[in-house]
């Protein structure tokens, strides 16, 4: 069956919808590192909440809560194709949670709670080091996540002004 064309609307020739495809998509690869930290966040979570499940605890909730803020995040995302102006703030939310929950977590490693905050660790100085080094891994991660918003905002980001060329031309 036909698609029905409204009446006054011409319809898009295939280079006109190749070339709008090609606009989102390039607009829409300035998220791609959100989108790939988040869904990293999202699984150490899942891991972590799974390895608390075994050994209850009051440190379960964190994981909990960081899957449901991170969950809201992946939705923004989601949103974000076709969309001109950028809207973050669950992403920002999401990822200044994570960054407070490592933090937390380095604070309870050194208080010598490893082996209640990560049951599948010991209170060993080489499971603590292992345990803060991943958690300043995902500070870094965080942080770069956290500066790129900042670019994004004052549209200083380098896909940015890729974007701004590639629209000259369509």
Known sequence: MAKKQRPGKIPKTPEQLKQEVKYKNTLFNRYMLFRYSLALLFFANVYWF????????????????????????????????????????????????????????VILVIANQTNIVFPTFSNQLAAKLMVVGLQVLGMLLVGLNLRKIAKIKQNKDRYYLRFQHIEKYI
């Open 50 to 105: 799974l390895t608390l499940l075994f050994v209850p605890s009051a440190y379960l909730v964190l994981p909990i809560v960081m899957l449901l803020i991170l969950v809201l995040a992946t939705v923004e995302q989601f949103k974000l194709y076709g969309a001109k102006q950028p809207k973050l703030s669950h992403t920002a939310l999401a990822l200044k949670a994570q960054l407070g929950v490592q933090v937390l977590v």
